[in-house]
């Protein structure tokens, strides 16, 4: 079956810890993202990618850093930088770069302790 | 960055019944998006709509665009308790190819 998958689905972290959240797409779409879900909230685009090797930050990319080393794979990793990282990070791809039908994965939810 | 708003925030109707919910947007836009998303899940797309559309179906679901009062509705008919669910609305008014997300709208169909 094809899809996103995103790994672990719950992480909990101790403040001061760096930790690595994965997303990993057999889609065979070139653009992939990272999102925050805050409570009440709408989607906030922290990092996107058009291709491999490359990609962009976006509203809310402080304390967060992403490699796009394959095309499958967009994985995003939460800094001790980040003030606040308890949230549910959602990972999308679409087929290009731009404002067409994104596919998301199943999410995985932060906690910091 | 802007975000678009939905209303209403929450709404909670009997099986069978439709479900209507609105997206405001800000500024001129070429497409606008409908998502769903179950509780603790990914979003699933469901619709999109193109500026020069006006109305457009998809099963039960039926998806409206008023370009003048910048706004879009989203009507569910014949709601099944499985519709309950966060919707989400996304335009493409953001630069550098970035969706603008409502907040949603948190549906509960009561059995």
């Known amino acids: 079956d094809g899809g996103i998958t995103q790994s672990p689905k719950y992480l909990f972290r101790k403040e001061g810890q760096n930790v690595t959240l994965s997303c990993e797409q057999n889609l065979n779409h070139d653009a992939m993202y990272w999102y925050r879900q805050d409570p009440g909230q709408g989607l906030r685009l922290i990092y996107y990618s058009q291709i491999v090797n490359d990609f962009q930050k976006g509203d809310i990319a402080e304390g967060y850093s992403v490699s796009r080393e394959k095309k499958e794979s967009f994985p995003l990793t939460v800094t001790s930088a980040q003030k606040n990282p308890t949230a549910f990070y959602l990972c999308a791809s679409s087929i290009v770069t731009g404002y067409n039908e994104q596919f998301f994965g199943p999410g995985t939810r932060l906690t910091v302790l | 960055s802007q975000q678009g708003e939905e209303d209403p925030q929450a709404l909670s109707i009997q099986e069978g019944e439709n479900a209507t919910m609105n997206c405001s947007y800000k500024?001129?836009?070429?497409?606008l998006q409908w998502y769903r998303q179950n509780s603790g899940r990914g979003l699933v797309h469901l619709i999109l709509?193109?500026?020069n559309e006006r109305e457009k179906h998809s099963g039960r679901l039926r998806v409206t665009l008023d370009t003048s009062k910048k706004s879009s509705s989203l009507l569910i008919t014949a709601s099944r308790a499985a519709d309950t669910a966060s919707y989400f609305c996304a335009t493409d008014e953001g630069s550098n190819y970035q969706l603008i997300w409502g907040a949603g709208t948190k549906l509960i169909i009561k059995p």
């Open positions: 709509i193109r500026s």
């Open positions: 500024t001129s836009i070429n497409n």
